[in-house]
């Protein structure tokens, strides 16, 4: 694997310092972000470790990180909707809400 596939900003900095525990575990404590839900783990020659956060998403959703059209045209829409870029529907949708949450 190429290195600039996985390193997206080659800007370190020390964060902490941990042990390892009898099982060969460390912690990383406060440092994560709770929308992290694994990791992908690199090591080099060296014994250098990165580990690269992931994220979970439902299989359903996994659809439009394969489709590249559709996930531009999401991000255009969301880029409008920031901008205030945004028609009047000429109808009024809720009536087709579902009320049992």
């Known amino acids: 694997m190429n ?3 996985i390193l997206k900003d080659a800007q370190f900095e020390a964060v902490t310092e941990t042990k390892v525990d009898a099982k060969h575990r460390i912690t990383l404590g406060q440092v994560l972000s709770d929308q992290i839900s694994s990791f992908r783990i690199y090591r080099n020659a060296h014994g250098q470790i990165i580990l690269d956060p ?3 998403i439902p299989a359903n959703e996994a659809w439009l990180f394969k489709n590249k059209r559709a996930a531009e045209m999401v ?3 969301l880029e409008d909707a920031r901008k205030g870029k945004l028609i009047d529907a000429g109808e009024d949708f809720s009536k087709y809400l579902d009320d049992e949450d």
């Open 75 to 77: 991000k255009k829409g």
């Open 3 to 5: 290195m600039k596939d």
């Open 54 to 56: 992931m994220v979970s």
